[in-house]
């Protein structure tokens, strides 16, 4: 039997991880249909099905879910290979793909990354936001950002931010309307704006410690979103009360246009990590990204 090409295994592998062939022939840069006839050349020439194919889903068989595990690895290390000749650049350069929130971006690479970006024009950053657990590894990022507290232990874990607390905020208009909240439970009788971290997830139950007790209350109100950038707005437009981190608030607190309540009872958090996969050979410019996102006190 006829070795296959290596750019059959690469889209194989690109479908096979996507599990799409429409998410995975933009990723190679050509046309579902184009990749589909490509893949089922591959398996002819091999005489076994590769991939599972229905109207919605697409999934690797048996004996692809076995090549996929024995090659996937193999270009990977190429392509860290390939980016490891940087370092006999005299610049850095490559392209480094981060995933997190959108208030762990605002708050530790929004304030780096022009500058960054200033001094390194070979190097470009993409950042995918996302509140869910994202597999970093398997979706192809090269690090995410969380809170510590939440990190994986296989991983390495590089603080770049403070520790901040949440604050619960509104305007002064709604304040006038509503009696202020004294306990956390008196948040059920008030409009509070909900977030919700995945799209079959549960919204956040609002956390709250006060002197070594702990209690969670479950807010309700008229608006949700998946964005703590929205549910900030949404607070600025009196829709309700927000639960948001203090670093956004704190601009609005100072102007005025918000005001905090239950400042006693709003636990602190571990501050934001870049975190990623141990590596044999981490490409320059993620090494100096990792050294510019770096927290210092």
Known sequence: MALPKISDLQAFVAVAQNQSFTKAAARLGVTPSALSHTLRALEARLGIRLLTRTTRNVAPTEAGARLMQAVAPLFDQIAEEVSALG????????????????????????????????EYPDIQVEVSI?????????????????????????????????????????????????AAPVLPQDLT?????????????????????????????????????????????????????????DFLAQPYLESGRLVEVLADWSPTFDGFHLYYPHRSHASPAFAKFVEAIRFRD
């Open 130 to 178: 996302d509140y869910g657990f994202t597999n970093i590894v398997t979706e192809r990022f090269d690090a995410g950002i969380r809170l510590g507290e939440s990190i994986s232990k296989d991983m390495i874990a590089v603080r770049v931010g403070p520790d901040w607390r949440l604050a619960v905020v509104g305007t002064p208009a709604y304040f006038r309307r509503h």
């Open 189 to 245: 009788q008030h409009s509070c704006i909900n977030i919700r971290h995945s799209a079959n997830g549960a919204c956040y139950a609002w956390e709250f410690e006060k002197d070594g007790r702990k209690l969670t209350t479950r807010v309700s109100g008229q608006f949700t979103a998946n964005s703590i950038v929205h549910v900030m707005n949404a607070a600025l437009d009196g829709i309700g009360l927000a639960y948001i981190p």
């Open 87 to 118: 370092e006999l650049r005299d610049k850095p350069s490559g392209s480094i793909r981060i995933t997190c929130s959108d208030d762990a971006a605002e708050r530790c690479i929004r304030p780096m990354l022009a500058g960054f970006l200033a």
